[in-house]
């Protein structure tokens, strides 16, 4: 999901974790999770793994399907999480 104009991330600590929260350019919420401390870490590794490869590539439009895909490093990420994600549409 690329940013637009408006649109934002909130990032902050509840409950002893870390809490997302994608919101819309007309302030609606769109997605809402809450990590671990090592799955946020787990997470930050694979956003900075993705974004340094995209940046090496020079491709500016991809589709999203590189063909190296690393969902399981993504489920490892995710793996303890006692609760489910929370998304919103």
Request: charged content about 35%; cysteine-free; proline content about 1%.
């Amino acid at each position: 999901m690329a940013g637009h104009e408006g649109e934002r991330w909130d990032v902050s600590i509840k409950n002893n974790a870390i809490y997302l929260e994608r919101i819309s350019d007309s302030d609606e919420q769109l997605f809402d999770d809450s990590l671990a401390v090592d799955e946020a870490r787990g997470l930050a590794g694979l956003l900075r793994k993705f974004a340094d490869k995209l940046e090496g590539s020079g491709d500016s439009g991809g589709t999203g399907d590189s063909g190296d895909s690393d969902e399981s490093d993504a489920s490892k990420a995710s793996e303890g999480s006692e609760k489910p994600s929370g998304q919103r549409t």
